[in-house]
């Protein structure tokens, strides 16, 4: 195989995050097939741990610590005397303008030879932009969230903006390609996210746990208190089952709280942050995605290639291409805490019903299989590498 | 058949009827979600209408042990929802009705939300929002369930027929038994009639901006339901037939002046759903298609049910109205980018059409186009320092091919700069880029059809393969750009540090039109000021045509006053200073700039030839000659035969006071003018001015407006100047087809000049015009171009008279004489007088071009007529009016 020149772009190449995690597994992968691969982040986190094995370089843009803000206008702020915002806005510029440069040069060592860049989020793109014009480096934008979801941040103008031109923009599903392509683009594609990890575990043994699972920072736009909240309302149809949540975060006491009140301590469980995954999965029987938003859940991919059933919110776009309604697990409406319960009672207690969904969630996850992933990735090197133009 | 009930037991508050046929799947979550309601006071009857799958059992499962709930299984499948829904009304006692539909489910509190809104308003029903699963989006929100409206009724808010929804409603049962209103059995789309009776018989309803109705919508699925399944042509007529019944409902109920209300929505809901599939629909299916919907449109609606519709649907539904088939097939391909049977696009009076074949008058008003189709695709870009290259393929769709030109053009959006393509022929188009400014410049296609000019901003869809090049010089780096609207562009951008502060300065102030805030208030004091200085009794302000022109009789008298009274200092003001040259020592001012006004105010003598008075209250020691721009033919000011209104007067009478000296050509239009303008000042009866040069032929003048136009000597030269008609927007077009059959019949040694109004001189390009037409429209002076013509065809214009003083010959080409009489209406018979041959025909005048014999024939005529109009010019016009003026 060809050997490739592979950078991928990220805001931060470590700490916990959906980005950092994706963007490992491929970059780890890539190594192993001995591509030359290397990381550019803009910022650090300080202290924290990275997915990245020592073998792949990091180069951080910003290297003084500086995060950049959101653009302002100059002549507007300047003629409100808020000199402040502007002396902001000025190093704004500045450290753009330098930082764009550097990266520049971090490129120029690969001298002609071909560099694909993977640009994962979509705030990096601004550093890389220059480098559009140079023959020898073709740019892939990545967008890791649902177009509406973006839509709420200033992300949706800046694909507008940046992602015009790259030689492919990625999508994570169909309805969200469809979207772009809506809206003109003609460079849009669609790649999974591919799962870490893919082994099935017997249905009859996944039942025998008894166990509602949920993974995710425990914030509010995650919707473990609807989650809860449904399964207060089965928990006494369905005894000896329990629901373990993982993860860490700020709402982690107002979800205890609501255990406490609803008098569940015995049933539910806020598991904290788990460093086995794959493990954690496959002692459950039932993965609950409960988001109001979301782009492509790992975590539902992550469930079903452990042979979970799935019920989630249909809070993206792609929910759909991942959980089947009524085929392999069920979609709910967002902040629908009755039929969420319904759903799963309907499921946890129908064994049979259980096991056939178990069986086809993990079928369905063949698509997010590692190696397939992969090898859809290098077609598109190879659809958009060389040098044509 | 059914679970025994207490009959002694008082009926519940609510009965909810659900309706079930192979729902296997989601039956127990239908029930579940009534199971789970809020309310408590109700009953719910399942009724079966004879499933195939297991919808029965479950349904027989979930009732068992559930006293609130019942189970009807019907003997045979009815085959649609009537007869199941009329079954659970029977099979019921609650004192209010709803329904649902086994494969959907209500909200929680749907029951309760529903009865508590009857209850409050008394409304014989009340609707609540459905959300539809696949996509969220609430059914009719923003126009219908986006606020409470209490007992409204259907007279007063017909936008609630796009709701043709029964299971979103919660009804009296009072209100269904008085009225007998059930469910028409054996037809589909029985919601369309039971819905639409229950509006027009309801004395009121109520809406409530609240979820209830989760209706679920599977995409991709295998079987369609019944109101999917658009392709079987038995679906748009038992669609048709619900339509039918409603529509007979609305004549015997006395609600006929409603039908346009349905119609309406007839229109914009049910027949879009079938004109959207159409180009999928086989053969058989589209005849019938055809067939029903024009039998059904002529049975409940005329062609203005249309009108007001958005243009794709009138446009469409107008050619089904009307039967035309084909029409119709080929405004679908049109829109699609499809070749049609015939071209269907045209263009008459600058607006466009779509042609029907069909027998009738008024179809034009129905089939007008603003939306034109335009196929464009661009590959093989290529940049280089010194142009932007590319093949192109660009087709206006749908129009006889040969109308239309395609050039490309790129615009620098922040200043404005222009840069067209060299080379358009064979697909290749070629911009050059060699004296570029920083900028985007954006990449248009100019289409030039039947006289319309078309802008089509390239979009990046249009670019088949879209490369990232970019290109350095010193200077300036040139790239392919697309920006965030999915614009196309070449980026020109500085290079240097210096240059790109020094862009950034510049398109800023380029972004803001207004004038600077120190001009804005500084303007009115300076004005003010400006008012009270004293005036110079040796300034002379000349303007010509409001400052379009260098031109006319201003002209001549300043070119005379240059020499003889080279003491006076001269100003002309012109919109646009710089455009113009003007020979000799003059001040050029822009019209209304403050300096312009510091001129007007301090300026002895105005000289202009059509009005300047309002710009400024002229000073007791100014002095305004007025030199018109014209021997009259139509009548003017107070002679016209519809008399002006009275601000039009008022504004005349501020022209008219101001004026000194007015410059007359000759004692008929003497006579004309005092009468007109109600003038009683000073009249010079010199002579035209501007004919001075008329009169004197100079050589110099001669050989420069030959060189101008590049005119070999031996050419035989016609002038062609057709006026403008404001009442009729062909006129235009009527005219470039004259030139077309101009430039094609003419002979070979014969070049004409055209001189065009310059509101229709900005619409032709050179680039239209044959290479034996040259576009003299915007050439400052046409008494120059009068000198090398050695004929002139016009119609109504002044043109006659000052021509008709080098008795060279004319035609008068009037083919709308009796349409120009009746609305101008002219001061002596025109044809009568005429100075040469009138025509009414293009072809009439080619005749006459051709045959400078024939034209001998009206030498007469033209003798005496330049004799009656031009007997006092004799060439030293503008000498009299200076001796009179400037003493």
């Not at chain 2, 446009?315 to 071209?343: A, N």
Request: with cysteine; aromatic share 12%; proline share 4%.
């Amino acid at each position: 195989m060809q050997k490739r020149n592979v950078v991928f772009v990220l805001n931060e190449y470590n700490g916990h995050g959906g980005a950092q995690r994706v963007a490992s597994i491929l970059a780890e992968d890539f190594v192993r097939d001995g591509h030359n691969v290397a990381v550019l982040s803009i910022n650090e986190q300080k202290d924290a741990p990275s997915y990245f094995s020592k073998d792949i370089p990091v180069q951080i843009v910003q290297k003084n610590g500086y995060r950049a803000t959101a653009p302002k206008e100059l002549s507007s702020n300047l003629k409100a005397f808020r000199l402040n915002t502007v002396a902001k806005e000025l190093k704004r510029r500045r450290e753009l303008a330098k930082r764009k440069q550097e990266v520049e040069k971090f490129f120029d060592k690969y001298g002609d030879q071909e560099v694909f860049v993977i640009v994962i989020q979509v705030w990096g793109m601004q550093w890389v932009q220059p480098l559009l014009y140079r023959p020898n480096v073709k740019i892939i934008g990545q967008s890791h969230e649902s177009y509406i979801a973006s839509k709420a941040s200033s992300r949706y103008k800046r694909i507008l903006r940046y992602y015009r031109q790259v030689s492919k923009f990625l999508l994570l599903t169909q309805k969200d390609a469809d979207h772009f392509e809506g809206q003109g683009f003609s460079n849009v594609g669609v790649i999974y996210n591919p799962t870490p990890f893919r082994k099935q575990v017997d249905p009859k043994v996944l039942y025998s746990s008894k166990t509602i699972v949920s993974t995710g920072r425990l914030i509010e736009a995650k919707g473990f208190d609807i989650l809860i909240e449904a399964f207060s309302r089965i928990a006494q149809d369905l005894p000896g089952w329990k629901l373990e949540i993982y993860g860490e975060g700020p709402a982690e006491k107002s979800l205890q709280t609501l255990i406490d009140i609803l008098d569940l301590n015995d049933r539910v469980f806020l598991m904290g942050q788990t460093k086995d995954v794959q493990a954690a999965l496959s002692a459950s029987s039932l993965f609950v995605l409960s988001s109001k938003a979301e782009g492509l859940p790992m975590s539902l991919i992550e469930a079903q290639s452990c042979g979970l059933p799935c019920i989630s919110t249909d809070c993206a776009p792609g929910i759909r291409e991942i959980v089947g309604d009524y085929k392999n697990g069920y979609v709910t409406p967002v902040d629908d805490i009755q039929l969420l319960s319904r759903q799963m009672k309907r499921l946890l207690t129908n064994p049979e019903l259980f096991y056939e969904f178990s069986q086809r969630s993990y079928e369905s996850s063949a698509r997010f299989d590692k190696e397939y992933i992969k090898s859809q990735w290098y077609d598109l090197f190879e659809e958009i590498g060389g040098n044509e133009k | 058949m059914t679970n025994s009930m207490n009959i002694n037991q008082k009926p519940p508050k609510l009965s909810v009827v659900v309706i079930a046929y192979n729902n296997e799947l989601y039956i127990e979550e239908a029930l579940e979600s009534l199971h789970e309601q809020t309310f408590e006071d109700m009953e719910v009857c399942v009724v079966n209408d004879f499933s195939t799958d297991a919808t029965g059992e479950l349904i027989d499962k979930f009732v068992a042990d559930k006293p609130k709930f019942k189970a009807v299984h019907l003997k045979e499948n009815s085959g649609g929802c009537s007869t199941p829904r009329n079954t659970g009304i029977a099979h019921t006692t609650g004192e209010y009705v709803m329904f649902l539909d086994g494969d959907d489910w209500y909200t929680i509190d749907a029951c309760e939300k529903m009865v508590a809104a009857i209850e409050r308003t008394g409304s014989d029903f009340v609707g609540g929002q459905v959300i539809r699963t696949n996509n969220y989006e609430i059914w009719y929100q923003r126009q219908i369930y986006n606020m409470e409206r209490t007992n409204i009724n259907i007279r007063e808010f017909s936008m609630m027929l796009f709701d043709s929804l029964s299971v979103n409603k919660i009804y009296k049962r009072s209100f269904l038994d008085q009225n007998q209103l059930r469910f028409p059995e054996g037809i589909h789309y029985e919601d369309i009639v039971f819905t639409g009776k229950a509006y027009f018989l309801a004395d009121s309803f109520s809406i409530i901006p609240e979820p209830v109705y989760y209706w679920r919508v599977v995409e991709n699925a295998d079987v369609k339901s019944i109101t999917n399944r658009r392709f079987e042509f038995d679906n748009f007529k038992n669609r048709i037939v619900a339509h039918r019944l409603f529509d007979a409902f609305l004549r015997e109920h006395g609600d006929i002046l409603y039908q346009a209300n349905k119609n309406n929505k007839f229109l914009r809901h049910d027949l879009k759903l079938y004109t959207n599939d159409y180009l999928e629909f086989d053969e058989d299916y589209k005849n019938k298609f055809h067939e029903l919907i024009y039998e059904y449109m002529h049975e409940v609606m005329d062609a203005y049910a249309f009108i007001r519709l958005p243009e794709k649907e009138r446009i469409m539904y107008y050619l089904l109205y009307i039967g035309d088939k084909q029409g119709f097939q080929d405004f679908l391909s049109y829109k699609e980018h499809l070749p049609t049977s015939i071209p269907r696009v045209y263009s008459k009076g600058g607006s466009y059409y779509f042609k029907t074949t069909a027998e009738g008058r008024n179809h034009e008003k129905f089939l007008k186009m603003e939306n034109l189709e335009f196929s464009v695709s661009i590959d093989s870009l290529e940049l280089t320092q010194d142009a932007l290259t590319f093949d192109w393929n660009a087709t206006m769709e749908s129009i006889t091919n040969s109308e239309a030109y395609y050039s490309w053009m790129l615009k620098n959006r922040q200043t404005g700069a222009v840069i067209y393509s060299r080379q358009t022929s064979g697909g290749k188009a070629l911009l050059p880029l060699n004296h570029v400014v920083p900028g985007n410049y954006y990449l248009f296609l100019n289409v030039s059809h039947q006289g319309n000019l078309h802008r089509y901003l390239v979009k990046k869809p249009v670019i088949a393969h879209l490369p990232n090049l970019r290109v350095k010089d010193s200077t300036y780096s040139r790239q392919l750009f697309i920006n965030n609207k999915n614009s196309f562009a070449v980026k020109v951008a500085p290079l240097k540090k210096k240059d790109q502060a020094a862009w950034m300065l510049n398109k800023r102030k380029a972004a803001s039109k207004e004038p600077g805030i120190l001009e804005k208030v500084f303007s009115p004091y300076a004005k003010n000021f400006f008012k009270k200085l004293s005036v110079k009794p040796n300034w002379v302000l000349f303007e010509s045509h409001m400052g379009k022109q260098y031109s006319d009789s201003p002209k001549y008298i300043y070119e005379e006053m240059r020499k003889s009274h080279p003491q006076y200092k001269f100003i002309w003001s012109f919109e646009n200073p710089d455009a113009v040259e003007v020979p000799g020592n003059v001040v050029k001012v822009k019209r209304r700039s403050l300096k312009h006004y510091y001129y007007l105010v301090r300026s002895k003598f105005w000289v202009d030839n059509q009005g300047i008075a309002h710009l400024t209250r002229k000073k007791k020691d100014q002095v305004y000659v007025q030199t018109w721009h014209g021997t009259p033919l139509k009548r003017m000011g107070y002679d016209q035969k519809k008399l002006p209104s009275d601000e039009e007067l008022a504004k005349l009478r501020v022209q008219t006071n101001a004026w000194d000296y007015f410059v007359s050509p000759n004692p008929y239009s003497t006579e004309i003018f005092k009468r007109a303008f109600r003038y009683g000042g000073e009249i010079i009866e010199s002579g035209y001015p501007r004919n001075d040069i008329v009169i004197q032929k100079p050589q110099d003048v001669i050989q420069k407006v030959k060189n101008h136009f590049r005119l070999s000597p031996e050419k035989k030269v016609v002038l062609f100047a057709p006026t403008f008609r404001d009442w009729d927007p062909n006129s235009f077009q009527k005219t470039l087809r004259d030139i077309q059959t101009l430039s094609q019949s003419v002979s070979e040694d014969t070049v004409v000049l055209l001189r065009l109004h310059y509101l229709l001189s900005e619409r032709i390009g050179s680039k239209d015009l044959p290479s034996n037409i040259k576009n003299a429209s915007t050439y400052q002076d046409i008494q120059e171009l009068y000198l090398i013509a050695d004929s002139l065809v016009t119609d109504y214009s002044s043109v006659m008279f000052d021509y008709a003083l080098l008795e060279r010959p004319i035609i008068l080409y009037t083919y709308d004489l009796e349409e120009y009489l009746s609305r101008r209406g002219t001061y002596f018979d025109l044809v009568e007088k005429a100075p040469g041959p009138v025509c009414r025909s293009i072809e009439e005048v080619i005749a006459f071009i051709n045959d400078p014999q024939k034209l001998q024939a009206f030498d007469p005529a033209l003798h005496s007529f330049a004799e009656e109009f031009g007997s006092i010019e004799d060439g030293h016009a503008a000498q009299k009016v200076i001796e009179r003026v400037f003493k």
